[in-house]
């Protein structure tokens, strides 16, 4: 019907599977964008080899920046906190299938931005970003 | 004749004057305007005046002895008359060219607030005010240990004047508000308070930005010292705005930025001030855009700022109607007759940039955010809004064209 609000969009924003938040975890951090008011905070569990075992978002925000939460964070379990540094704007768009003017692209990213800043500490993030 | 019928607006012909609204924004999707309070479109006279300029008199202004030179001079200080005219303003003089209302209020912040409030003084500001008229002052206080106060927004969306006039006894130097919320869409009841402000020793800026272009003003009428308006929201180019001061509050005032244009003589230590206004138009201004301020607002008084008030009001009043018939709206501020044309509200846990994402498919612009209120929207515990805005060329069938939208968003996300 409306081809930004695709099916898997719709269905992760109203039935999201990785909504939560862990306590105790061994990674979380939270972020917002103010201009949109959107807000998320991303939490994980990780075994012995940096193994990522749970994880879970929690927030509000619009059902894209919702939506790429729970699908990306539902993506990382299993993966190793590398390979979650390895993952890119490409990777959210791939998931979510549209592709994003500017302005809605912030909200996409805004999980994936949380996500990375969890892992590697805010300072290693900008830097690598920068 | 009743009077509801003179103002009436011709609003089919009215809309032929706005080539935009012409086109589609998708195949079979006409355009639906309704962020108007954001910025105006522009009619055909304002786009035709500004390229007439640039393809016959195109030429700086003030310095030249030729004769482009003078056509362009004499294009822009008219465009300060008609613009002057247009507010009541007695003298072209006290109209000072900006880029916009953010920089004509900046402008008082660095010159006379600067020059006139020391450690301790107090501005007096409201809730609902837009970010261009609070961070201006947020960095005046920071400089000189300025103190703000502010005058709160009832539930109801009105500015509590019984806290006003306990705030007023305070003493304030300065009171700097809105006449018209960009987000409420309240019109501030700006003589009393100005009145009051004046008795209580305090001088008086208005922010009529949201104003100026949907009601008949008159700074002589509303007896302030400052206003300041954009010409963009008013039918007007972007890049041009006012400040009106009075006369001798004006020439009182140091310059703003330093430059050509704004000095009588320069030496290489020091110079001599030009006189009011040229002294705070430092460097080439926006002519173009000035002599298109010209052409929007001799376009505005044709059609009459009376019905153009009144046209909204109507509007406004049925858009009020029509969104509350939808379950879940919840527009924020008071009843149409307090209102100029702008709605605000928030629709059951609907995030507005997904709201305006759907109604844009649809061909329906309208604004999501905070709308340059922060402060506003945490008064009311909101991140933001969704806002449709209303000018003298929308009609009640856009209107209807909102709703439909509306219950297709809900149709998705609910």
Known sequence: MDDLYREVIIDHYKNPRMRGVLDPHDYTYQDDNPLCGDQIRVDLRVDENDKITEAAFSGSGCAISLASADLLVESVVGKTLDEVKQLGKEDILEMLGIELGPVRLKCALLSLKVLKAGVYGIEALEEELS | MAASETLALDVRRLRAEF?????????GVPLIYLDSAATSQKPRAVI??????????????HRGIHALAEEATEAYEAARARVAQFIHASDPRCLVFTRNTT?????VAHTWARMTLGAGDTILLTEMEHHSNLVPWQMLAAEKGLLLEFVPVTEAGLLDLEAYSSLLSRGPRLVALTQMSNVLGTINPVRQMTAAAHAAGAKVLIDAAQSVPHLPVSVEDLDVDFMAFSGHKMCGPTGVGVLYGRLELLEAMPPFLGGGDMIKRVHLRSFVANDVPYKFEAGTPAIAEAIGLGAAVDFLTSVGMPAVHQAEEALVG???DRLAEVPGVRVLGPEAEQRGGVASFTFEGIHPHDIAQVLDRQGVAVRAGHHCAMPLHERYGIPATTRASFYLYNTTDEIDSLIAGLYKVKEIFS
């Open chain 2, 48 to 61: 035709q005046a500004m390229s007439a300029f640039y393809e016959t008199h195109n030429s700086n202004i």
């Open chain 2, 103 to 107: 920089e004509a209020i900046n402008l």
């Open chain 2, 318 to 320: 049925y858009a009020l």
């Open chain 2, 19 to 27: 080539p935009v609204l012409a086109r589609q924004v998708g195949p």
